[in-house]
């Protein structure tokens, strides 16, 4: 019902929410509307204009599907407009019209009527609106038909708008017109306002216009925008407002689309029209065809706000349906409206109080007893909140508020009253968000499906404050299971706050972690990620995926494993094999009690398994931070982390996953966010480590050469290694390893001039002269000894070196001196020296104890810059060795050999970066060998451009290839270091230094001169300015920059080198622990003795212990258990340092004080509020005592003295006092009192004095366009005068019309009627005795209901109905009765049409002469229908009278009669008979057993006899 108000216009314009029925609500959907695009939205929110494909698209689908409203009649009307001019009956003008319009017409003999002289034209309004002069960002806007479907409007918004479904509904309303608000109340409402619109991703919608309350929402949007939070994501405010009341609305007409459309906002030219907000972001103007009407679009955006609050949103796996909040800011009679259709149809509202007028009248009144509100109290405060309208306030308009103001505080679920600065609250966005869930939990959900539904809310909305404050509380103890599905949404939604929150209650991840789960998070991988593209790429390359399991999934766990394998480096282990079939662990199908609101899939059904299941990984938080990592969740890994075992290794493994994705991530942002997220988890390793070396150095060590089976049976210092994590590796701790490593068993204290001794003398090894770290070795003497000392890594590498020295001696000895024609001895030694050499470097590039396969293991040998170096020098001295065998080609084999020479002599650059001294700067000389490449691309331009013009100038066609290579390249090198060229000048000339015509091949060809004079004629000015010019650049210019390049990669590596020595020296020692101890050439026995062990005797090969070992599975879980106690000291260090630092307590220190200044502000509004509330309170006082006075006036002049007895000055003084107690408690003030505290909350709850029907009493007759005259509480009885009383008469013309009364208003056809006795077929009498007749009609016994007639029941007066209430313990498995609270649960008996919303027990009415109910009829057989009547006999009953149902009328009302049949036992043969007869003969009729909880979604009116039945078992309920 829009009321009359909202048709005015200007000054009582109100901004109306106006939630409709249902059954007038727009239900059709479009196809796809309940798919959330929110990667496609993105991707357009992103962008402010479409392009031109987008534009195209749109200016052809909005014609098509959205319509506008034209007046193709005009009457002429007999008002003028503003501007004087005579106007159609539509309020525009004869030119405004169209031209057929103005024409005669077959209307002309007809009065205007819109339904038929208005007409539906494609809308020629819509694209991009931008407001001139005041902002530039753009918005969207549509001029649309008031009969628009809400499914076309929805599409708009979300597929071609580009809008994120939302999470939140916000619909504001309140007055039309500007208002005042206390400044610190205006701040707190639009910080609120955004803030909960900005976390929950909410849709705010108002009325558009630049007034009201609709400008202080769009004034909320606009100083977000300008602060500095705003790039955290825009706020979708919708404004629907009417396309007739819009100023300046011509510069939006654009037939094609505007893109933009300019829009100017006039405020002082728009007359009694109105200015669109220029900070709402996109705008549905409603259009009926009128021009100057408001309120047209209050219909079209009730039916839009419950459409979208159908639709549900999915997410992470969870679906919710989207929450609606109404917020109301002051307003007039229609907001009241409004506020009562919204609370009507379940929709909470957030009333602000201090706002002013209906907000501030329903906030006075809303925390007292029904029975309280009165009329007289209504009156009151209207006219001190109405004060310039007061007198337009009927009578009737004063009992109607009464009334809707009553219903409104009767629902106090669905109330929630905003004090700034009282009862605690500070934000209107906690307050908004606790009224959603406030609401939640009125809702008759079982049990924990209700704290189920406020958790998804809580997750959907990003509001973690909201779930520790509202949901997880003493109330409710949650168990983990139910906390997986909303744990599975958090974590794919990247909520870390929420993951760490149910990890704070309890959440176990080794029972959320299962195989399906998993392949669920990464089935819902962020599209945008690398990891989804690499992981689909696998998918496609897969030959077999369709072929041969069509049926499966397409993402397998061992394609995941796939990937990560790639990223983690070949030397690891699957982490998720490939399952055979047989170990496939399999999804039950589980139909549980509860279903959660999922499409697609119910995530609960992840969570059902049987006993049996195996999950198929072995570490679950490894999955999780996993899962984390590849999609660089910095926040969620991080707290995944912390639950980790093996959380060095953990750490390690991340950082080598992160530093690989960042190799080939494109967005260069992303791609440092991962190599700095890399390098925090390489310092958390680290960090971790030296708690664990701190505290044992020895275990510790351990850790590093662990082989985590988690991880690919690989170990934390390989993990390290492969990651390039330097910093780790240069570790004191692993350092000290490394030297222990290298020094075999010897101890690491002997010098090397001891072990250089004994390495040339043996024999000395039994002198003691060495010491060894094992007491066996250092007290045994012999061959242990000596087997020991060759084979530590230092002893074999110092013999290698010898080796390698004596080569290099005896190669240079054969170059020099003894090289003949035929091999003398020592050319041959070095022939068996090198193929030793060759026969190693085999070995090494054969050597496979990761088992990855020759390919992979070849491409890693040749990943080493000295394997290619020595691969080189050995195919150059097999070169040199063919061409020396040759007898033709023997000079040519010794330059080959010679240059081989060269390169096995750099050789020895890789041997002393083991050095401390050399190594460092063998580093420094490798980086600066890269310098000198990028060096030498700058110097060839300038020496090939300078050499090339030099020759030209000077020599004329010089045709020899070697003398142009000389004088371009070669002379132009030289001139950088000091040697000119000849004859540059012509001072130097000399023909005899020179060929004239270039024929003698020793000298260079003559530059130009003259033949006769024999003097050169080329332009030396030239040439001289050329080489200057040269020398400035290349000695100058280059060559500084040269110095420059190297001083900056000294600087550079110089602070790292320490760590890059420390990194390399790794790969010497792993190399040199697993070489054979003997040197070549000696090393070929060694060679002999693995080949027979690999090839003759296939002996695998062993991984060397000490880099790698494998521990016993209780010596492994002690490492790890003393591992995960080190990291949580780690983390403490690591939280206690951040509040020690600087930053962090300025920081503190500031929140402090702003805690402060708040605290000062809310105790000084809460010291005025309660002096204002002292202050009403004594004028309260004040005038009761001046009515006591006047009493006693009164009765002394009338009587005497008059009577002490009833004057009330006891009361007057009593009452005086409380007000000086108003600084205590209301509890205290209770006690005080003599009241109960508990008892005066209870009665507040049950409101006592409303005792009245109430649901009787409705304003909106169920399924009937009839609205009940407004009756309040103090009115119902018929003994109180109520003069006004007119209510209207309905009966409901029904088909049954042989087993109704008449359904007339006149008594003729009533007369026959007899009341208060069995009248034919028809029992009249009423359960509370005799009732009142007036008029010839039936009074309702109970009071007034503000309708007259039968209305849709069957007869006047009474009509009985009959409730069999059946029930039986509730078992368990076992048998056993299941318990809650000690007390036993019952299961009812309950029906459910398909189109209501609620159960019902199975009763109802019944035919005349039958026993049984129609409604029970349905769902019994009919053979057991006697049974079933045998058995009401011998039921009990529980209640019998009167029922508050809202179809009851004055005249006619529903009694019934409640009996309980009871089954105590499971084995009863009745109880069986019963459930074996249960059947529903209609398809739309559902029947089940149902625990019995108050929260059960039952008719209020049965939950009363049910929860009698309870207490008469004494069960729980």
Same mark, same amino acid.
């Given at each position: 019902?829009?009321?009359?108000?909202?048709?005015?216009?200007?000054?009582?314009?109100?901004?109306?929410?106006?939630?409709?029925?249902?059954?007038?609500?727009?239900?059709?959907?479009?196809?796809?509307?309940?798919?959330?695009?929110?990667?496609?939205?993105?991707?357009?929110?992103?962008?402010?204009?479409?392009?031109?494909?987008?534009?195209?698209?749109?200016?052809?689908?909005?014609?098509?599907?959205?319509?506008?409203?034209?007046?193709?009649?005009?009457?002429?009307?007999?008002?003028?407009?503003?501007?004087?001019?005579?106007?159609?009956?539509?309020?525009?003008?004869?030119?405004?019209?169209?031209?057929?319009?103005?024409?005669?017409?077959?209307?002309?003999?007809?009065?205007?009527?819109?339904?038929?002289?208005?007409?539906?034209?494609?809308?020629?309004?819509?694209?991009?609106?931008?407001?001139?002069?005041?902002?530039?960002?753009?918005?969207?806007?549509?001029?649309?038909?008031?009969?628009?479907?809400?499914?076309?409007?929805?599409?708009?918004?979300?597929?071609?708008?580009?809008?994120?479904?939302?999470?939140?509904?916000?619909?504001?309303?309140?007055?039309?017109?500007?208002?005042?608000?206390?400044?610190?109340?205006?701040?707190?409402?639009?910080?609120?306002?955004?803030?909960?619109?900005?976390?929950?991703?909410?849709?705010?919608?108002?009325?558009?216009?630049?007034?009201?309350?609709?400008?202080?929402?769009?004034?909320?949007?606009?100083?977000?925008?300008?602060?500095?939070?705003?790039?955290?994501?825009?706020?979708?405010?919708?404004?629907?407002?009417?396309?007739?009341?819009?100023?300046?609305?011509?510069?939006?007409?654009?037939?094609?689309?505007?893109?933009?459309?300019?829009?100017?906002?006039?405020?002082?030219?728009?007359?009694?029209?109105?200015?669109?907000?220029?900070?709402?972001?996109?705008?549905?103007?409603?259009?009926?065809?009128?021009?100057?009407?408001?309120?047209?679009?209050?219909?079209?955006?009730?039916?839009?706000?419950?459409?979208?609050?159908?639709?549900?949103?999915?997410?992470?796996?969870?679906?919710?349906?989207?929450?609606?909040?109404?917020?109301?800011?002051?307003?007039?009679?229609?907001?009241?409206?409004?506020?009562?259709?919204?609370?009507?149809?379940?929709?909470?509202?957030?009333?602000?109080?201090?706002?002013?007028?209906?907000?501030?009248?329903?906030?006075?009144?809303?925390?007292?007893?029904?029975?309280?509100?009165?009329?007289?109290?209504?009156?009151?405060?209207?006219?001190?909140?109405?004060?310039?309208?007061?007198?337009?306030?009927?009578?009737?308009?004063?009992?109607?508020?009464?009334?809707?103001?009553?219903?409104?505080?009767?629902?106090?679920?669905?109330?929630?009253?905003?004090?700034?600065?009282?009862?605690?609250?500070?934000?209107?966005?906690?307050?908004?968000?606790?009224?959603?869930?406030?609401?939640?939990?009125?809702?008759?959900?079982?049990?924990?499906?209700?704290?189920?539904?406020?958790?998804?809310?809580?997750?959907?909305?990003?509001?973690?404050?909201?779930?520790?404050?509202?949901?997880?509380?003493?109330?409710?103890?949650?168990?983990?299971?139910?906390?997986?599905?909303?744990?599975?949404?958090?974590?794919?939604?990247?909520?870390?706050?929420?993951?760490?929150?149910?990890?704070?209650?309890?959440?176990?991840?080794?029972?959320?972690?299962?195989?399906?789960?998993?392949?669920?998070?990464?089935?819902?991988?962020?599209?945008?990620?690398?990891?989804?593209?690499?992981?689909?790429?696998?998918?496609?390359?897969?030959?077999?995926?369709?072929?041969?399991?069509?049926?499966?999934?397409?993402?397998?766990?061992?394609?995941?494993?796939?990937?990560?394998?790639?990223?983690?480096?070949?030397?690891?282990?699957?982490?998720?094999?490939?399952?055979?079939?047989?170990?496939?662990?399999?999804?039950?199908?589980?139909?549980?009690?509860?279903?959660?609101?999922?499409?697609?899939?119910?995530?609960?059904?992840?969570?059902?398994?049987?006993?049996?299941?195996?999950?198929?990984?072995?570490?679950?938080?490894?999955?999780?931070?996993?899962?984390?990592?590849?999609?660089?969740?910095?926040?969620?890994?991080?707290?995944?982390?912390?639950?980790?075992?093996?959380?060095?290794?953990?750490?390690?493994?991340?950082?080598?996953?992160?530093?690989?994705?960042?190799?080939?991530?494109?967005?260069?942002?992303?791609?440092?966010?991962?190599?700095?997220?890399?390098?925090?988890?390489?310092?958390?390793?680290?960090?971790?480590?030296?708690?664990?070396?701190?505290?044992?150095?020895?275990?510790?060590?351990?850790?590093?050469?662990?082989?985590?089976?988690?991880?690919?049976?690989?170990?934390?210092?390989?993990?390290?290694?492969?990651?390039?994590?330097?910093?780790?590796?240069?570790?004191?701790?692993?350092?000290?390893?490394?030297?222990?490593?290298?020094?075999?068993?010897?101890?690491?204290?002997?010098?090397?001039?001891?072990?250089?001794?004994?390495?040339?003398?043996?024999?000395?090894?039994?002198?003691?002269?060495?010491?060894?770290?094992?007491?066996?070795?250092?007290?045994?003497?012999?061959?242990?000894?000596?087997?020991?000392?060759?084979?530590?890594?230092?002893?074999?590498?110092?013999?290698?070196?010898?080796?390698?020295?004596?080569?290099?001696?005896?190669?240079?000895?054969?170059?020099?001196?003894?090289?003949?024609?035929?091999?003398?001895?020592?050319?041959?030694?070095?022939?068996?020296?090198?193929?030793?050499?060759?026969?190693?470097?085999?070995?090494?590039?054969?050597?496979?104890?990761?088992?990855?396969?020759?390919?992979?293991?070849?491409?890693?040998?040749?990943?080493?810059?000295?394997?290619?170096?020595?691969?080189?020098?050995?195919?150059?001295?097999?070169?040199?060795?063919?061409?020396?065998?040759?007898?033709?080609?023997?000079?040519?084999?010794?330059?080959?050999?010679?240059?081989?020479?060269?390169?096995?002599?750099?050789?020895?650059?890789?041997?002393?970066?083991?050095?401390?001294?050399?190594?460092?700067?063998?580093?420094?000389?490798?980086?600066?060998?890269?310098?000198?490449?990028?060096?030498?691309?700058?110097?060839?331009?300038?020496?090939?451009?300078?050499?090339?013009?030099?020759?030209?100038?000077?020599?004329?066609?010089?045709?020899?290839?070697?003398?142009?290579?000389?004088?371009?390249?070669?002379?132009?090198?030289?001139?950088?270091?000091?040697?000119?060229?000849?004859?540059?000048?012509?001072?130097?000339?000399?023909?005899?230094?020179?060929?004239?015509?270039?024929?003698?091949?020793?000298?260079?060809?003559?530059?130009?001169?003259?033949?006769?004079?024999?003097?050169?004629?080329?332009?030396?000015?030239?040439?001289?300015?050329?080489?200057?010019?040269?020398?400035?650049?290349?000695?100058?210019?280059?060559?500084?920059?040269?110095?420059?390049?190297?001083?900056?990669?000294?600087?550079?590596?110089?602070?790292?080198?320490?760590?890059?020595?420390?990194?390399?020296?790794?790969?010497?020692?792993?190399?040199?622990?697993?070489?054979?101890?003997?040197?070549?050439?000696?090393?070929?026995?060694?060679?002999?003795?693995?080949?027979?062990?690999?090839?003759?005797?296939?002996?695998?090969?062993?991984?060397?212990?000490?880099?790698?070992?494998?521990?016993?599975?209780?010596?492994?879980?002690?490492?790890?258990?003393?591992?995960?106690?080190?990291?949580?000291?780690?983390?403490?260090?690591?939280?206690?340092?951040?509040?020690?630092?600087?930053?962090?307590?300025?920081?503190?220190?500031?929140?402090?004080?702003?805690?402060?200044?708040?605290?000062?502000?809310?105790?000084?509004?809460?010291?005025?509020?309660?002096?204002?509330?002292?202050?009403?309170?004594?004028?309260?006082?004040?005038?009761?005592?001046?009515?006591?006075?006047?009493?006693?006036?009164?009765?002394?002049?009338?009587?005497?003295?008059?009577?002490?007895?009833?004057?009330?000055?006891?009361?007057?003084?009593?009452?005086?006092?409380?007000?000086?107690?108003?600084?205590?408690?209301?509890?205290?003030?209770?006690?005080?009192?003599?009241?109960?505290?508990?008892?005066?909350?209870?009665?507040?709850?049950?409101?006592?004095?409303?005792?009245?029907?109430?649901?009787?009493?409705?304003?909106?007759?169920?399924?009937?366009?009839?609205?009940?005259?407004?009756?309040?509480?103090?009115?119902?009885?018929?003994?109180?005068?109520?003069?006004?009383?007119?209510?209207?008469?309905?009966?409901?013309?029904?088909?049954?019309?042989?087993?109704?009364?008449?359904?007339?208003?006149?008594?003729?056809?009533?007369?026959?009627?007899?009341?208060?006795?069995?009248?034919?077929?028809?029992?009249?009498?009423?359960?509370?005795?005799?009732?009142?007749?007036?008029?010839?009609?039936?009074?309702?016994?109970?009071?007034?209901?503000?309708?007259?007639?039968?209305?849709?029941?069957?007869?006047?007066?009474?009509?009985?109905?009959?409730?069999?209430?059946?029930?039986?313990?509730?078992?368990?498995?076992?048998?056993?009765?299941?318990? !809650?609270?000690?007390?036993?649960?019952?299961?009812?008996?309950?029906?459910?049409?398909?189109?209501?919303?609620?159960?019902?027990?199975?009763?109802?009415?019944?035919?005349?002469?039958?026993?049984?109910?129609?409604?029970?009829?349905?769902?019994?057989?009919? @053979?057991?229908?006697?049974?079933?009547?045998?058995?009401?006999?011998?039921?009990? @009953?529980?209640?019998?009278?009167?029922?508050?149902?809202?179809?009851?009328?004055?005249?006619?009302?529903?009694?019934?009669?409640?009996?309980?049949?009871?089954?105590?036992?499971?084995?009863?043969?009745?109880?069986?008979?019963?459930?074996?007869?249960?059947?529903?003969?209609?398809?739309?009729?559902?029947?089940?057993?149902?625990?019995?909880?108050? !929260?059960?979604?039952?008719?209020?009116?049965?939950?009363?006899?049910?929860?009698?039945?309870?207490?008469?078992?004494?069960?729980?309920?």
């Amino acid at each position: 019902m829009e009321p009359s108000a909202l048709t005015k216009a200007g000054s009582n314009q109100e901004e109306g929410f106006g939630v409709q029925s249902r059954r007038v609500a727009d239900l059709g959907l479009v196809p796809n509307l309940r798919r959330s695009n929110s990667s496609l939205c993105k991707s357009r929110r992103s962008q402010y204009l479409f392009n031109s494909c987008e534009k195209e698209n749109l200016s052809s689908w909005i014609p098509e599907n959205i319509k506008k409203k034209e007046c193709i009649y005009f009457v002429e009307s007999s008002k003028l407009s503003d501007a004087g001019k005579v106007v159609c009956e539509c309020g525009y003008t004869r030119e405004q019209h169209l031209e057929e319009a103005v024409k005669p017409h077959t209307f002309q003999s007809n009065e205007w009527d819109p339904k038929k002289h208005v007409q539906e034209m494609p809308t020629d309004a819509f694209g991009d609106i931008v407001f001139t002069g005041l902002s530039q960002k753009v918005g969207k806007y549509v001029r649309l038909s008031q009969d628009t479907p809400s499914s076309v409007t929805y599409q708009l918004m979300t597929q071609h708008w580009g809008l994120d479904v939302p999470n939140l509904l916000i619909s504001v309303t309140g007055g039309a017109k500007d208002f005042n608000m206390k400044p610190r109340l205006k701040s707190v409402f639009r910080r609120g306002l955004v803030k909960v619109a900005q976390t929950t991703g909410a849709w705010i919608i108002t009325g558009g216009s630049h007034t009201g309350v609709m400008k202080q929402v769009g004034e909320a949007v606009r100083d977000f925008s300008l602060s500095s939070s705003y790039n955290e994501g825009e706020i979708v405010t919708i404004g629907i407002a009417t396309w007739g009341t819009v100023h300046n609305r011509e510069g939006l007409i654009h037939p094609t689309g505007g893109f933009p459309a300019e829009y100017i906002v006039d405020e002082e030219g728009q007359g009694h029209l109105t200015c669109l907000d220029s900070n709402h972001s996109h705008f549905i103007l409603v259009d009926d065809g009128t021009h100057g009407r408001y309120g047209v679009e209050i219909p079209l955006r009730s039916k839009l706000e419950k459409f979208i609050s159908e639709q549900t949103k999915e997410r992470g796996g969870v679906a919710i349906k989207i929450p609606i909040v109404c917020v109301v800011l002051e307003g007039g009679p229609g907001t009241l409206h409004t506020i009562y259709n919204a609370i009507t149809h379940g929709t909470p509202c957030v009333v602000v109080e201090g706002s002013g007028r209906v907000a501030d009248v329903i906030a006075q009144v809303a925390s007292l007893p029904i029975s309280e509100i009165t009329i007289s109290l209504i009156q009151q405060k209207l006219a001190v909140f109405f004060q310039e309208m007061f007198e337009t306030f009927t009578e009737g308009g004063i009992v109607e508020w009464t009334k809707k103001i009553q219903d409104i505080v009767r629902r106090r679920q669905l109330l929630t009253i905003f004090r700034e600065g009282k009862d605690g609250q500070q934000d209107v966005d906690v307050a908004i968000l606790q009224a959603l869930l406030k609401a939640s939990r009125s809702h008759d959900h079982f049990g924990h499906e209700n704290w189920d539904h406020q958790l998804k809310l809580a997750v959907a909305w990003n509001r973690v404050d909201i779930a520790r404050s509202e949901i997880f509380t003493d109330e409710r103890q949650w168990k983990p299971s139910e906390l997986h599905p909303m744990m599975t949404a958090a974590l794919i939604s990247n909520k870390p706050e929420f993951v760490k929150l149910f990890l704070e209650n309890g959440l176990r991840l080794k029972e959320f972690v299962t195989w399906d789960t998993l392949l669920y998070l990464y089935k819902n991988l962020d599209p945008s990620c690398l990891f989804h593209c690499k992981l689909q790429k696998v998918l496609a390359e897969e030959p077999e995926r369709v072929a041969c399991a069509p049926a499966l999934p397409a993402v397998q766990m061992h394609h995941v494993a796939q990937v990560l394998r790639e990223l983690l480096g070949d030397f690891t282990q699957p982490l998720y094999p490939r399952p055979r079939s047989s170990d496939r662990p399999r999804l039950l199908l589980p139909v549980p009690h509860i279903k959660l609101n999922v499409q697609g899939v119910s995530l609960r059904s992840l969570y059902k398994r049987s006993s049996g299941h195996v999950t198929f990984t072995m570490d679950p938080v490894r999955d999780l931070l996993i899962w984390a990592i590849v999609q660089n969740r910095r926040e969620l890994a991080e707290i995944i982390w912390a639950q980790s075992q093996d959380c060095i290794a953990a750490a390690l493994a991340c950082s080598k996953i992160l530093k690989e994705l960042s190799k080939e991530e494109e967005d260069t942002d992303s791609s440092e966010e991962m190599l700095v997220l890399a390098d925090q988890y390489e310092h958390r390793a680290i960090g971790v480590f030296t708690e664990c070396y701190r505290k044992d150095e020895e275990r510790a060590q351990k850790l590093l050469i662990r082989v985590s089976e988690a991880w690919g049976k690989t170990t934390c210092l390989q993990l390290a290694l492969e990651a390039k994590d330097m910093k780790f590796v240069s570790h004191g701790g692993i350092q000290a390893f490394l030297t222990k490593v290298w020094w075999g068993q010897l101890s690491v204290d002997n010098g090397l001039w001891r072990v250089i001794l004994c390495m040339l003398a043996f024999p000395l090894l039994s002198t003691g002269l060495i010491s060894f770290r094992d007491r066996r070795l250092q007290a045994v003497r012999g061959l242990a000894r000596v087997r020991a000392f060759f084979n530590a890594p230092v002893v074999i590498f110092h013999l290698n070196i010898l080796s390698y020295f004596s080569f290099l001696c005896l190669f240079a000895y054969v170059l020099m001196v003894d090289f003949q024609p035929s091999p003398s001895w020592c050319e041959r030694l070095i022939y068996l020296w090198l193929f030793s050499l060759v026969c190693e470097e085999l070995r090494q590039l054969l050597y496979d104890p990761y088992e990855c396969g020759l390919a992979k293991m070849a491409l890693l040998y040749f990943s080493d810059f000295w394997n290619k170096l020595d691969i080189a020098a050995i195919l150059l001295f097999i070169a040199g060795l063919t061409c020396r065998l040759i007898p033709a080609l023997l000079y040519p084999g010794r330059i080959v050999l010679s240059l081989d020479f060269i390169m096995f002599c750099l050789r020895l650059m890789h041997i002393f970066t083991i050095s401390k001294t050399l190594g460092p700067k063998i580093i420094i000389v490798k980086r600066m060998m890269k310098d000198v490449f990028f060096f030498l691309f700058l110097l060839a331009v300038w020496v090939v451009s300078f050499g090339v013009a030099k020759q030209a100038i000077l020599i004329h066609n010089e045709s020899r290839v070697d003398w142009i290579f000389r004088g371009v390249v070669y002379q132009s090198y030289l001139t950088i270091f000091g040697q000119m060229p000849a004859y540059i000048d012509g001072v130097n000339f000399n023909l005899d230094h020179c060929s004239p015509n270039g024929t003698d091949p020793y000298k260079p060809k003559c530059p130009e001169s003259d033949s006769t004079h024999h003097q050169p004629i080329f332009p030396e000015w030239l040439t001289v300015i050329l080489l200057c010019l040269y020398l400035l650049f290349t000695n100058i210019l280059l060559l500084n920059l040269l110095i420059a390049m190297f001083n900056y990669t000294f600087q550079q590596v110089q602070e790292h080198t320490d760590q890059i020595w420390k990194f390399q020296r790794h790969d010497l020692i792993e190399e040199y622990q697993g070489r054979p101890p003997a040197p070549p050439p000696f090393i070929l026995l060694s060679h002999l003795h693995l080949f027979i062990k690999r090839v003759v005797l296939k002996i695998p090969a062993k991984r060397h212990k000490q880099l790698k070992n494998k521990l016993e599975k209780n010596e492994e879980a002690a490492l790890l258990s003393w591992e995960i106690y080190l990291k949580e000291n780690y983390l403490q260090n690591m939280q206690y340092q951040q509040k020690q630092r600087p930053e962090q307590k300025i920081q503190d220190i500031s929140n402090r004080v702003d805690a402060m200044v708040d605290l000062l502000e809310m105790d000084r509004l809460k010291s005025s509020g309660s002096t204002e509330q002292r202050l009403a309170s004594l004028e309260e006082q004040v005038a009761q005592t001046t009515r006591a006075l006047h009493w006693v006036v009164k009765a002394l002049r009338d009587g005497g003295f008059g009577s002490e007895k009833g004057t009330p000055t006891l009361g007057v003084q009593m009452r005086l006092r409380w007000p000086t107690l108003s600084w205590l408690s209301p509890a205290s003030q209770k006690v005080l009192e003599g009241q109960d505290p508990e008892l005066d909350s209870r009665q507040k709850v049950e409101d006592l004095g409303d005792s009245h029907h109430i649901n009787a009493r409705h304003l909106l007759y169920p399924n009937a366009a009839v609205v009940r005259f407004p009756v309040p509480n103090e009115k119902v009885p018929w003994g109180t005068e109520f003069l006004i009383y007119d209510p209207p008469f309905y009966s409901a013309d029904r088909k049954d019309k042989d087993l109704v009364d008449p359904m007339g208003n006149t008594l003729d056809p009533l007369s026959r009627i007899t009341y208060n006795a069995v009248d034919g077929p028809t029992d009249r009498r009423s359960y509370h005795g005799s009732y009142m007749v007036r008029d010839g009609l039936p009074l309702n016994p109970m009071g007034r209901t503000g309708l007259r007639g039968r209305g849709s029941l069957s007869c006047f007066g009474p009509n009985h109905t009959l409730q069999p209430v059946v029930t039986r313990w509730r078992r368990n498995q076992d048998g056993a009765i299941c318990r !809650r609270s000690i007390k036993k649960v019952l299961e009812v008996l309950v029906v459910k049409h398909v189109l209501s919303e609620h159960w019902a027990l199975p009763g109802g009415s019944r035919e005349p002469g039958e026993v049984l109910p129609r409604k029970l009829k349905q769902v019994l057989q009919k @053979e057991f229908w006697p049974s079933f009547e045998s058995l009401l006999t011998q039921g009990t @009953e529980v209640y019998k009278g009167y029922v508050d149902d809202p179809r009851n009328t004055d005249n006619a009302w529903i009694e019934t009669v409640a009996i309980s049949i009871h089954f105590p036992d499971q084995s009863s043969v009745e109880l069986k008979r019963l459930n074996s007869h249960l059947h529903t003969s209609d398809p739309g009729m559902s029947i089940r057993w149902q625990v019995v909880d108050k !929260r059960i979604p039952l008719y209020a009116n049965h939950k009363a006899v049910l929860q009698k039945v309870a207490a008469l078992f004494g069960a729980y309920y």
